[in-house]
């Protein structure tokens, strides 16, 4: 499954409707090591005064059915500093 792929078709959708700036996957996705039982990892940036509680259940929610699989969705700011340069240099933006 080419996440990344899927997320640039429908990337307008998910700007417009849940007021995010920039989304992407890192862990097993993005390293090429997912298997059937992976999860998605997806790390979002939402834009300003759109980092509402609706708007990431909404986003988690879609992202779950548009996949049909468990999405681990991570906010960028909310990311601990020691997990931070991991996971910014293992992530690949949409």
């Not at 699989?69 to 293992?90: A, F, G, N, P, Q």
Request: glycine fraction near 6%; charge should be negative.
């Amino acid at each position: 499954m080419d996440v990344i792929k899927e997320i640039n078709m429908v990337l307008p959708i998910l700007k417009r409707r849940f007021g995010i700036s920039r989304i992407g996957v890192f862990g097993s996705y993005s390293t090429g090591t997912a298997s059937p039982e992976s999860d998605i990892d997806i790390l979002v940036t939402f834009q300003e005064g759109q980092e509402t509680f609706d708007n990431y259940m909404d986003l988690k929610f879609f992202l779950e059915d548009s996949f049909n699989k468990k999405v681990d969705l991570v906010i960028e700011d909310s990311i601990k500093t020691r997990l931070k340069e991991k996971i910014m240099r293992e992530t690949v933006f949409a």
